[in-house]
């Protein structure tokens, strides 16, 4: 951690709640390497909110794929199994956030309005690995892009001050992840065709192979023949794979 980051860290520890915040959204700005969320951002979170353990992730929604994950403390099988067999959103906390778009919270108390009975692993799991509660939020990206997400387990306040809180302070997260999402190591290029890459951009945004022939002016077989070239160069057997490669490659734009 730079000597900068350990100083500004410690002033907010010692100062009121406006100073952290304001603490915090200058090290959301100030990110300039992929250690810097977890070691600028992070440590200033936990004395805004304090939590037992975080996650946090940007994806695709459209079809759902994780582009980038920072992890700190929460089990794997809710890291990991984000996404099910189905392609279906495993997690009730982050289907009820996508519906609602409004911080959500989480606990045994109100488990009935969100828990379907194909969600009784992921309910058996938050039991086993204690976790008590979950607030969460996160930013979507209207125009098809990438989406984040923030999950803290074991929040002393679920209420309506907590919930103010994210408010304020997830637009912020929001931009220092996207950073961090930047800043990875990015792969040389895939040779894609010019039309492939067209095919692909509109995968990314979730459209089907009928409506992609619609907007290329070609027929649904001839898409179905592109995304199968891709998928072969990028070496993934799911459209929800090619979609998180070509965005970590750059091959699309977010």
């Given at each position: 951690?730079?000597?900068?980051?350990?100083?500004?860290?410690?002033?907010?520890?010692?100062?009121?709640?406006?100073?952290?915040?304001?603490?915090?959204?200058?090290?959301?700005?100030?990110?300039?390497?992929?250690?810097?969320?977890?070691?600028?951002?992070?440590?200033?979170?936990?004395?805004?909110?304090?939590?037992?353990?975080?996650?946090?992730?940007?994806?695709?929604?459209?079809?759902?794929?994780?582009?980038?994950?920072?992890?700190?403390?929460?089990?794997?099988?809710?890291?990991?199994?984000?996404?099910d067999g189905r392609g279906r959103?495993?997690?009730?906390?982050?289907?009820?956030?996508?519906?609602?778009?409004?911080?959500?919270?989480?606990?045994?108390?109100?488990?009935?309005?969100?828990?379907?009975?194909?969600?009784?692993?992921?309910?058996?799991?938050?039991?086993?690995?204690?976790?008590?509660?979950?607030?969460?939020?996160?930013?979507?990206?209207?125009?098809?892009?990438?989406?984040?997400?923030?999950?803290?387990?074991?929040?002393?306040?679920?209420?309506?001050?907590?919930?103010?809180?994210?408010?304020?302070?997830?637009?912020?997260?929001?931009?220092?992840?996207?950073?961090?999402?930047?800043?990875?190591?990015?792969?040389?290029?895939?040779?894609?065709?010019?039309?492939?890459?067209?095919?692909?951009?509109?995968?990314?945004?979730?459209?089907?192979?009928?409506?992609?022939?619609?907007?290329?002016?070609?027929?649904?077989?001839?898409?179905?023949?592109?995304?199968?070239?891709?998928?072969?160069?990028?070496?993934?057997?799911?459209?929800?794979?090619?979609?998180?490669?070509?965005?970590?490659?750059?091959?699309?734009?977010?």
């Amino acid at each position: 951690m730079r000597a900068g980051s350990r100083w500004r860290i410690l002033i907010a520890m010692n100062s009121p709640i406006d100073h952290r915040i304001l603490a915090l959204f200058s090290a959301c700005q100030g990110i300039d390497t992929r250690a810097g969320f977890l070691d600028d951002v992070y440590p200033l979170l936990q004395q805004i909110l304090p939590h037992e353990r975080f996650v946090c992730g940007i994806a695709t929604v459209a079809p759902v794929a994780v582009l980038d994950v920072v992890d700190a403390g929460f089990p794997d099988v809710f890291v990991d199994g984000i996404v099910d067999g189905r392609g279906r959103i495993a997690s009730p906390v982050i289907r009820h956030w996508l519906m609602h778009d409004a911080p959500v919270y989480f606990d045994d108390a109100v488990c009935d309005a969100f828990v379907e009975p194909e969600d009784d692993a992921w309910l058996a799991a938050f039991r086993r690995h204690g976790m008590r509660n979950l607030l969460a939020h996160g930013v979507k990206d209207l125009h098809g892009g990438a989406t984040s997400y923030f999950c803290f387990a074991g929040v002393p306040d679920g209420g309506e001050a907590g919930t103010r809180l994210l408010q304020l302070i997830v637009p912020h997260l929001h931009a220092a992840l996207r950073t961090h999402y930047r800043l990875k190591d990015r792969a040389q290029d895939v040779e894609l065709s010019y039309r492939e890459r067209e095919v692909l951009q509109l995968v990314c945004v979730g459209k089907t192979n009928e409506a992609i022939g619609t907007i290329l002016g070609i027929s649904p077989w001839t898409v179905k023949v592109h995304v199968r070239n891709f998928m072969a160069k990028l070496n993934v057997s799911t459209r929800g794979h090619a979609a998180a490669l070509a965005m970590k490659n750059g091959l699309v734009t977010i």
